[in-house]
């Protein structure tokens, strides 16, 4: 049964040109840095970063705690979105794991930190207090509805760093989503950072994996910290050659997602009994208003039972549903989104 699937940007499969690709592709044992595809996207990786390495990793939560692993010390402290990843959905991997106390600050509505929330987080050289050690960013921002953070603001976090010490990590699992909505260069979006996650899978369609880049010796630990944490792989090759693809191809398209997610807004803001809520680059949240018959289960029961169309409420307690557009979700299917979601309404 073929799906329009909105419900996130990670259930995109791999394209044809992907699995083509995978099926050729060179390998080797990675342990022994042996592989040579895993090799390449590595290097590529690092030069659009305009960083000297890259590691190959699982998945984008893997990459942020080797990242973690990697700048801190068991004991350290490291300043953190109050809504972000790391922060919310990684399990407490940095304190689980790697003895890392996070400390939280709000995150606003663009994403950025405020300063005074950074020097008040900020712990003074005194023997009761944990090191703070790194400030984490998220581009673009989950749970502020997939907002890009301008470079300007990443600018201020990374002076604020530089002032103090502290490394700066990015948390860019949508990172070239980012760069296709503000119009920039993705290396714009890493500078003055001293590390970056990004996946390849969501909106750049690869099977698996991401990618942390950084200085040629944190990379080196990062590669050290990905091996215990269980994610060393050997003919990696074969994904990696997805990742490539993902990188020299597919993430020069995302700005059409986010054209079909504008689109997708402005019909759907269109039909009674919607209400759109946001709309930031591969993200659209909207509501059923509150005199509807029909509950959201109901809806989204519908949706999927007569339409084939699959929708996820964003959360159990609200009326409120969240939508990621991606590469198989094109105009047509944008068309016959807004014309279901009429009749199911009407
Ligand atoms: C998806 C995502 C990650 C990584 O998630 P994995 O499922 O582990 O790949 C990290 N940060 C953000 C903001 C994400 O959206």
Redesign the pocket.
């Known amino acids: 049964m073929h799906y329009i699937d909105l419900r996130s940007d990670t259930v995109s499969h791999p394209t044809p040109e992907m699995r083509e690709a995978m099926a050729r592709a060179a390998v080797g044992d990675d342990v022994y840095h042996d592989d040579p595809t895993v090799n390449q996207l590595e290097a590529e990786a690092a030069a659009l970063f305009g960083m000297e390495a890259a590691v190959f990793v699982t998945?984008?939560?893997q990459g942020?705690l080797c990242a973690l692993l990697a700048h801190c010390q068991r004991g350290d402290a490291i300043i953190v979105g109050d809504t972000s990843?790391i922060f919310r959905y990684e399990q407490g991997g940095m304190a689980q794991l790697g003895g890392i106390l996070p400390q939280p600050i709000p995150v606003q509505a663009d994403a950025s930190f405020r300063l005074s929330d950074l020097e008040n987080a900020l712990n003074p050289d005194d023997e009761h207090m944990p090191i703070t050690r790194l400030v984490a960013l998220?581009n673009t921002h989950?749970m502020a509805g997939g907002v890009a953070l301008q470079p300007e603001k990443i600018a201020e976090v990374a002076a604020f760093a530089r002032r103090n010490q502290l490394k700066l990590h990015i948390?860019g699992?949508?990172i070239f989503n980012a760069a296709a909505a503000l119009g920039v260069d993705a290396k714009a979006l890493a500078a003055g950072a001293d590390s970056l996650t990004f996946?390849l899978?969501?909106g750049l369609c690869a099977p698996a994996g991401?990618v942390l880049v950084g200085g040629q010796d944190f990379i080196r630990r990062a590669r050290r910290a990905r091996k215990v944490l269980g994610g060393s792989m050997r003919q990696a090759g074969i994904l990696a050659a997805a990742g490539l693809i993902a990188l020299r191809t597919m993430k020069d398209r995302l700005g059409e997602d986010h054209e079909n997610a504008q689109l997708l807004a402005e019909g759907l803001s269109e039909i009674p009994g919607i209400i759109i809520d946001r709309q930031n680059t591969n993200f659209v949240f909207f509501s059923l208003a509150a005199g509807l018959k029909l509950s959201l289960p109901e809806f989204v029961d519908a949706l999927r039972d007569d339409y084939t169309i699959l929708m996820s409420p964003y959360s159990s307690d609200s009326r409120q549903l969240r939508l990621r557009t991606h590469y198989w979700i094109d105009r047509p299917a944008i068309e016959k989104v807004l014309a279901a979601v009429r009749a199911v309404l009407s």
């Open positions: 998945s984008g939560t942020n990843h998220e989950n948390d699992a949508r996946c899978s969501k991401s």
